[in-house]
């Protein structure tokens, strides 16, 4: 008998060359390869006679080799050909550049699985998978074959024979899960699992094996997250009124939309509860966020409280304060913004004013987070594109007031799985719907044989008053990517005749106020950018946004460029630049072109980069998924979210459960 953590070398035929090859794919323990688990699976569980095999249609046969292969050369390759037969009928089987299988097939009795086709009048299946009939039990045809990832080295053959004599010589694998959780939510044992997850007893017994594996790992995960965040438990919070919120509605000068008035409901429920609110609000670009935002700012300094909203950048900080400054002044509200750039005078004055609650409302950078900033009475903490911030910011802002209501804001559309992990700890409303009014804007995606056309095209629209950004892909902030963009802007210039504005990560802080100053006030017709202005952005007159090497931007990112655009009355373009036509950027580039929901972009996006990549989220510390698949797997996600939440908070309370103390 094996144990789990036994070295793979203790399999037959897993010899010091073939460990090196296992330790590629980080098989190192007998543990480690049974949690190898399929890719996919083939269904190889019907045999078909031969004369009833249709070309081109993949099946299976079981027959006889009467004689070993013959081998003959061709061109300088070398053919190895074979007669089978059933009692249907006789075809040919073969085999190009492979002439050990002279020596490999011998009379006898095998399974073969291929696609079969018509060669010479006579039918013949090339470069089958095949298996000698000794009365063992078969791997690899007539039954569910499982497809595993492999490296160089090996095949799926000698995969398939260590994982079963692997799972034959291993004891029952250890549960990790509560027997009251599998019962409740209806789990196999995890030996049961994995046994059927690389060798299905029935199709029955795969689902019901990949759901348990799902679960748990997601369970695991979510149960970690919780761990780490330590906000499971429902805190008692500050008590808002029920505010009549008319005056500022009025104020505003719009209507909120149904999206709109849903999630403000939503926080008003929330804030007049008595206990703490944690509150993401996902929306789309334009769908009103900010607007629902300052009516909970609203109604927090109308219960006698402060409130405190924390921008990403700091010309997006400026933007917000400009804005509500001038929204809030004339409801008696008084505004202030602090950012690391202020001089000393006017930061210590913000300081004084915000400890003694003469400002009712700060908007700021990582500047509001600083140890000598305090509050004198902090009703709401508001992040705004939340992403760009780690939890513990967003936690050392909640820190500056006892227990304030918590309303984080994301542009960036996340499939709602995904947010379900990586904001686990919040409840997550969704504004789904656009302003009235607002029109489409028009995407294309083109090779750089455009680019010309592009630039007379910008020039006609500048010339009308329009305004246009150029966004460059610049990964690493570094010298050459530096020049290259002011390359590119000196190209533009000489083609156009415009003089356009170059914004980046490494100019200072007063030279990027400037340029985007400048550009807001539309003194400057075209800026040359990194995606620097991706974040919240607001130019009404802008009408074009050209994306140089598309390729290179996930379609969440691109979407988000694109939204820096269509915010004016006039109809607004979007230009792809690439010449990486492979077919997932062909894939990608039709979603943009095709469609302006968010939402429906950021589900292809999961899809084809997976959950690691999507949005960067490796760097939040996520692992790769061996079974659960966060773009199908929704509800299993939502039922181990909600079972982790509560084992967790038996064990906080000190009830049962003593098998999951690990999550503590």
Known sequence: ??????????????????????????????????????????????????????????????????????????????????????????????????????????????????????????????????????????????????????????????MRMWQKEALDGLPPIEETLPAGLLREYNLMNRDAAIRNIHYPESPAAFNSARRTLAFTELFNLQAALFRARGVVKKREGIRLDDIDISPFTERLGFTFTGAQSKVLAEIQADTCSGYMMNRLIQGDVGSGKTAVAMAAMYMTVKSGRQAALM?????????????????????????????????????????????????DIAVGTHALIVDNVSFAALGLTICDEQHRFGVRQRGALNEKGPAPHVLVMTATPIPRTLALILYGDLDISVIDELPPGRTPIKTNAVTSQYRQRIFNFIKNQTDEGRQAYIVCPVIEENERDLQSVKTYAAGFAAATGLSPAILHGRLKQDEKNAVMEGFSSGDIPVLVATTVIEVGINVPNASIMLIE????????????????????????????????????????MKAMTSTTDGFALSDLDLSIRGPGDFFGTRQHGLPEMRVANLYKDGDILKEAQAAARKYYREIETGDENQELRWLL
């Open 549 to 588: 090497n598309a390729e290179r931007f996930g379609l969440a990112q691109l979407h988000q460029l694109r939204g820096r655009v269509g915010r004016g009355a006039a109809q607004s373009y979007c230009v792809l630049v690439t010449d990486a036509w492979n077919e997932i950027t062909k894939k990608r």
């Open 311 to 359: 921008a990403p950048t700091e010309t997006l900080a400026r933007q917000h304060y400009t804005y509500m400054k001038e929204l809030f002044e004339p409801l008696g509200i008084s505004v202030a913004l602090l950012t690391g750039s202020l001089a000393a005078k006017t930061k210590n004055a913000v300081k004084k004013d915000l400890a003694s609650g003469i400002v």
């Open 1 to 158: 008998m094996f144990r789990i953590d036994d070295p793979v070398t203790v399999l037959r035929s897993v010899g010091p060359a073939r460990l090196g090859t296992l330790r590629r794919l980080s098989l190192c323990t007998i543990g480690d390869l049974v949690n190898h688990f399929p890719r996919d699976y083939r269904d190889r569980s019907v045999i078909t006679a031969i004369r009833d095999l249709e070309p081109g249609i993949p099946a299976t046969v079981v027959a006889e080799v009467k004689k070993s292969p013959d081998v003959r050369i061709k061109h300088k390759m070398t053919i190895t050909t074979a007669e089978i037969c059933d009692n249907s009928g006789v075809m040919d089987i073969t085999w190009y550049n492979q002439p050990f299988m002279r020596n490999a097939l011998k009379p006898g009795k095998y399974v073969f699985s291929g696609e079969p086709s018509w060669f010479h009048g006579r039918m013949t299946m090339e470069q089958p998978e095949y298996e000698a009939v000794t009365g063992k039990e078969l791997l690899s045809g007539a039954r569910i074959v499982p497809v595993y990832p492999l490296t160089e080295g090996i095949s799926q053959k000698m």
